[in-house]
């Protein structure tokens, strides 16, 4: 709270003090103090013409001082005028009133102090006027300028600046020298340039995918949230959820459980399209597959990928059956069947060799009728002449199935062919041996 202090000021010689700054300084230590909460500075008013004053003061002692030699600016001589007590409980009082007041008794140091305290207080003033209105370039300090100063520097910036280079926002950022340098110079990459899709189908070109789009990172969608319902038709790539009724699956038109990957690459004929399907509605973990190629898309048939899940095991009869196509796998017990039946028609299966050089004579042909192929084993006394093995499916046109010359060599002989070894002049056979 403050009490207003009016009336006129007067100096020691008793003249009233017009247009004259004056400071109120705060005296420490008399009576009046409104428990220290007054300003403990100089507080600056002004006389008028007439030497009347008008100022607000907290509740305490004040000393009262004037600078005769205000308008000297080398001088910071200032005058004491007299003692004020501003009283608490008062919302104003008269400049006399405050003057008769008891202050009791001001020491030297406080005097002093007070003193001090008016002339800094005048000094702080002129000092803060250099700040706020020093000339340009006429420093306050060494290198420190005036409000001034950088208000005439900052106008004559913007009275050079050339309005053409700044950005208008009205135009926003539609005015910047390069998009492209300022996307690059912000680190952004092409996709910002991009719209992003607006659905995990959305096929529109040059558009920034998401992670779930077209079945990657996430669940696969739906083929009826692309309006597919023929599987000739399911040609996007990605993974896709089967469900719904759709045509040309590897069952015709059925209702799907399942999932399919779709691979499309380009071709110069038009697209090339591969399938795999996995159905459970056709049957537990059964994988299909199929491609597809040209403009408009032929398609081959559905073909099922076996696996150790799906494999059937086949029946006695269908794996010693060489005409059965079914598709399985043969298990170890059938296959040991079906080789166990057919064990007797092989070479040296109950076959043994036997010594027939005494009915064998080179140049006579002889055919093997033992229903399975036999070897047979020959020698002559020398290696010139030349001497052949031949074997024949005719008993006409035979074939050499040794060198041009030999004496010894084994060859083997088909069920129902015929072998002989030519006779040249002067050979002698020693020896003939069958495995039959």
Known sequence: MTVNITGPIFDEGGNALANVTCVAVAIDGVIGQDGGARVQRGIEFTSDGSGDVSVDLKPGAYAIYYNPTQNDATSLTVQRVSTWTVLTGETSMTVQEAENTDVGTITPSILQQAEQAATDAIAARDKAQEWAENPEDDPVETGQF??????????????????????????????????????????????????????????????????????????????????????????????????????????????????????????????????LANYSSGGDDQLWYRQGSGDPIVWSDWREIYHTGNLPELTSTQAEDDTDTTYGLVSGQRLGQAVAANAGGGLGSGQAWQDVTGSRTPGTSYQNNTGKPIAFYAKTNSTSPATQMQVSSDNSTFISVSGNTFYVTTSIVPDGHYYRITNPSGVTLTDWKELR
Request: hydrophobic residues 35%; aromatic residues 4%.
């Open 146 to 275: 005036s409000a001034l100063h950088w208000a005439a520097k900052a106008e004559e910036s913007a009275a050079s600046l050339d309005t053409s280079n700044l950005l208008q926002k009205s135009n926003n950022l539609s005015d910047v020298d390069s998009a492209s340098t300022s996307r690059e110079n912000l680190g952004l990459g092409t996709a910002a340039t991009k719209d992003v899709t607006t659905s995990d189908t959305d096929t529109t070109s040059d558009a920034v995918t998401k992670v779930g789009d077209f079945g990657i990172g996430d669940d696969a969608p739906m083929v009826t949230s692309a309006s597919i319902s023929d599987m000739d038709d399911l040609i996007i790539p990605g993974n896709w959820t089967l469900t719904g009724t759709m045509d040309n699956t590897p069952f015709g038109t059925s209702s799907n459980s399942g999932s399919c990957i779709v691979i499309r690459r380009a071709f110069s004929a038009g697209p090339r399209v591969s399938q």
